[in-house]
């Protein structure tokens, strides 16, 4: 099938995945957003069979096989697919044909509605992130003003104080309250802006890297599966540092020190966060093969104050998701046993 310009164009900037197949049923256009779909680029697909690009499909080639000889459209709802990577999907079919010189070619339209869930859960996710964040922030103003007062009372009594094995109380007092306001400063979450200038990911990526391996786990495994090709973009390193930093050590924390992380990156084409598609992302995974999160904590994950450790403060993956949210960007987290993924989405925004 060939495009003209203003078709090519049309075509690529639609969210809804597209591809041609000739008459043989081997395909011959993939748009955008079907190479993201499939997870393959449009020169490594071409000349497959549909059976070759979704193995198990066998359905869906006799829908085609059947648009071919009878030149009539065909539309199927919730349809079930298995992609290459073994990962399964649920998009709604449209299958249309359309007469060529060359003879009979189908145009396939995937859309994704696993897509469209994920978009709405991640619009509830960031507005509940949002009202949670300005609840503990309201209520870590209400601390610290007493505290200081708490604090300032101490120092007053310490100093009237004679008897040294009384001022070691007023010591404890002062100390604790020093542990208070910091953590009351991490409940209060970033305080200033992202100082936004290029960087490249890998470098922040390998950085997370150096300072988790000299944390003397000396049975983990950190494993590197990086995407070279990944261009330099703009935002701030040191915020984006510590937010792969928490996610990182909270991994190692799952794990007690043994076990596999993997740190992968890569890129997303027609990528939609929040309200807004982008034409290209970076997504950075962070993968262990830890015992898994619990299932009712999923939902909450990223809230302050919750944690599944006892000595956690729940405070590192809730300040995470506010870094990379100043970014435009957004955390997902899937979790089963064995196998825990976080995912930090970043809009790529070139230098």
């Not at 000739?22 to 256009?29: F, V």
């Not at 209520?139 to 104080?161: C, F, S, T, V």
């Not at 306001?181 to 100082?195: D, E, I, K, S, T």
Request: net charge negative; with cysteine; charged share 20%.
């Amino acid at each position: 099938m060939k495009l003209g310009s203003w078709d090519s164009r049309i075509l690529e900037g639609l969210s809804t995945a597209v591809l041609v197949f000739d008459h043989a049923l081997q395909l011959s256009y993939l748009n955008p957003a079907g190479e993201t779909l499939l997870a393959v680029s449009l020169r490594q697909a071409s000349g497959q069979g549909v059976q070759d690009l979704l193995p198990g499909a066998t359905t869906l080639a006799e829908r085609l096989r059947y648009a071919v000889d009878s030149n009539q459209p065909y539309t199927e709802h919730e349809l079930h697919l298995r992609l290459p990577g073994g990962h399964d999907i649920t998009v709604d079919c449209i299958v249309t044909p359309i007469d060529q010189a060359g003879g009979t070619e189908i145009l396939v339209e995937l859309t994704q509605l696993d897509r469209h869930l994920r978009i709405a859960r991640e619009e509830n996710l960031l507005e509940q992130h949002q009202v949670a964040r300005q609840l503990v922030r309201g209520l870590a103003h209400e601390i610290k003003n007493p505290l200081g007062g708490l604090r300032g009372a101490a120092q007053l009594l310490e100093r009237e104080l004679d008897n040294e094995d009384l001022k070691e109380y007023t010591r404890i007092i002062i100390g604790e309250a020093d542990r208070l306001r910091g953590l009351v400063n991490r409940m209060l979450g970033p305080n200033q802006l992202p100082q936004m200038r290029p960087c490249n990911i890998h470098q922040i990526v390998e950085h997370v890297r150096n300072l988790v391996a000299a944390e003397e786990h000396a049975d983990l495994a950190l494993i590197r599966d990086y995407d070279p090709s990944i261009p330099d973009f703009r935002a701030d390193p040191e915020q984006l540092i510590q937010a792969l930093l928490n996610i990182v050590r909270n991994a190692a924390q799952a794990l007690h020190g043994t076990g596999q992380i993997i740190l992968r990156t890569r890129t997303q084409r027609q990528f939609t966060i929040g309200q807004k598609r982008h034409k290209l992302v970076v997504r950075v995974d962070v993968i262990d093969n830890g015992p898994g999160i619990p299932a009712d904590m999923l939902e909450t994950i990223f809230y302050p104050m919750v944690t599944g450790r006892a000595e956690g403060t729940g405070l590192g993956l809730s300040i995470a998701q506010s870094l990379v949210n100043v970014h435009g960007g957004i955390i997902e987290c899937s979790s089963r046993p064995g196998h825990t993924e976080f995912t930090i989405l970043l809009p790529l925004e070139p230098t």
